[in-house]
């Protein structure tokens, strides 16, 4: 999996701002993904990206609003389309 990440003004530095609008965000761990809880309220589960294991957002992770996740970095470079794409 090849995720890419695209930055926009939300993203920077000590810009924690955890929403329902963002999925992603950086932390020092690296790309973690929020997902809401099944019951509806405004609590989330966070996965890092690359442990694929659950985590917490710390208090340095900001939001990513646009981000495309490809099966490989090589489907990315034949530019094929994106498996996921969020905020295009």
């Not at 090849?2 to 790309?31: D, F, K, R, S, W």
């Not at 690359?50 to 490989?72: C, D, F, K, M, Y």
């Amino acid at each position: 999996m090849y995720l890419e990440e695209v930055h926009g003004n939300e993203t920077g530095m000590n810009l924690h701002q955890e929403n329902q609008n963002h999925g992603l965000y950086v932390t020092t761990e690296g790309a973690v993904l929020a997902f809401r809880s099944e019951s509806g309220r405004r609590d989330r589960v966070h996965f890092n990206v690359h442990s694929n294991q659950p985590t917490g957002l710390g208090g340095t992770a900001t939001p990513v609003s646009r981000w495309r996740i490809w099966e490989s970095i090589d489907a990315r470079n034949r530019e094929e389309a994106p498996l996921f794409s969020m905020g295009f």
